[in-house]
């Protein structure tokens, strides 16, 4: 049971490069979240799903797109890097809108 | 909109003592709290959840409190090891806002032996 992983662990982008951050998890939880830390700004959540084929924005979406093709999948995809979104990007998945969020190991992005 | 306190933003301690960490939020009309634990470089950790209705979450040697009223809540720690250096983030799941939390600053906690 690996609960939530996230896929690559590290990367460095240009800016204007597109890339897509993989989050799977493995415990059958119907909702899941993006969301991105930065110091002195804590974590906020970038978008979020409430099942399969679904999505929402959450507090901070500008740049940022996503997509739930399989229960078990959440994609993030940036399609123009900036500066901006150099940061930590963690996945969670709870069972239900009220339950404990599960979070994945984090992806460290730099965008130069 | 909601904000979320956390106080003191980094605490040092000796092993063995126990202490109170402490979290603040503006609006009351919450579903749950929840406290999270963050090692450096590494994900967050479920600690301890409670349900708006509910007073107070045990669990070992941890123990939070919730005064909803107030927008106040409290992580217990009792008989602190060097282990438990992390740091400690608080979050509220808002009712108007469905599934988002929203998370406070953290508190850096530091257990010297």
């Known amino acids: 049971n690996a609960g939530v992983t996230q896929t690559p662990k590290f990367r460095v982008l240009k800016t204007g490069q597109s890339m897509t951050l993989l989050c799977a998890q493995d415990m059958n939880h119907e909702y899941m979240y993006w969301y991105r830390q930065d110091p002195g700004m804590g974590l906020r959540l970038i978008h979020y799903?409430?099942?399969?084929?679904?999505?929402a924005k959450g507090e901070v979406p500008d740049g940022y797109n996503v997509s739930r093709l399989k229960k078990q999948n959440f994609l993030l995809g940036l399609e123009s890097a900036a500066p901006s979104q150099t940061s930590v990007y963690f996945c969670?998945?709870?069972?239900?809108?009220?339950?404990?969020?599960?979070f994945g190991p984090g992806t460290r992005l730099t965008v130069l | 909109k909601q904000e979320v306190t956390q106080i003191p933003a980094a605490l040092s301690v000796p092993e063995g003592e126990n202490l109170v960490l402490n979290c603040s939020f503006t609006d009351s009309a919450i579903y749950n709290l929840q406290w999270f634990r963050q090692d450096p470089g590494k994900g967050l950790t479920s600690l301890l959840l409670i349900q708006s209705s509910q007073r107070e979450q045990t669990s070992g040697r941890l123990n939070a409190s919730l005064d909803k009223s107030s927008g106040r809540s409290t992580l217990y720690i009792a008989a602190s090891q060097p282990g438990d250096s992390a740091t400690y983030l608080c979050a509220v799941n808002e009712n108007n806002a469905g599934n988002m939390l929203t998370f406070g600053g953290g508190t850096r906690l530091m257990v010297k032996p």
């Open positions: 799903s409430v099942g399969e084929g679904t999505t």
């Open positions: 969670a998945s709870s069972q239900g809108t009220t339950d404990t969020q599960y």
